[in-house]
């Protein structure tokens, strides 16, 4: 028979071996590394970037599920870009500007962060939810994406419209 004391053992060595030795079953995970997986697919093999998670990060992601997302890319440009949008919005309203204004160009993006000035925010938490969704924007979007997959994202940025801002 099994005493709490043994079975906290056992249990403590699982979480030590999940944690070092098991690899991770990545059926959730393909959204997330989806733009990266799309980037690494221009210069290697689905099989590579397989292996290479699997070797690198213990990520179990077989060259199918890879091949299968990659020719199904706009659902998960979709869902990447649902990531971003909230942030944008937040960014763009804040400078009144359209969002694919400034996500499209970095030299805007960056001026306008920098500038700080005419802000439209509301109060202290305004502030500090703009501050979230400049780090949001500069880590997933500028720093992530390489140009040419910002621009293959950029099909999933909603028009917002000539009358939906007066700024441009």
């Not at 802000?119 to 924007?137: D, M, N, P």
């Amino acid at each position: 028979m099994n005493t709490n004391a043994e079975l906290s053992e056992v249990g403590c060595n699982l979480k030590r071996y999940a944690e070092t030795e098991a690899e991770f079953s990545a059926r959730g995970v393909i959204n997330e590394l989806f733009p990266y997986i799309f980037m690494a697919a221009k210069r290697m093999s689905t099989r590579a970037i397989s292996r290479w998670l699997k070797d690198t990060h213990k990520i179990k992601l077989s060259p199918v599920t890879i091949a299968k997302a990659l020719r199904e890319a706009d659902e998960h440009w979709e869902t990447f870009f649902e990531k971003i949008e909230p942030s944008a919005r937040i960014f763009g309203d804040a400078h009144s500007v359209y969002m694919r204004d400034f996500l499209m160009k970095y030299e805007l993006f960056s001026g306008l962060k920098s500038s700080g000035m005419n802000l439209t925010l509301s109060g202290e938490e305004g502030h500090h939810e703009y501050q979230r969704a400049v780090e949001i924007i500069e880590k997933d979007w500028f720093q992530a994406l390489d140009e040419s997959t910002r621009e293959e994202c950029a099909r999933y940025i909603p028009d917002e419209g000539k009358n939906a801002k007066s700024g441009k």
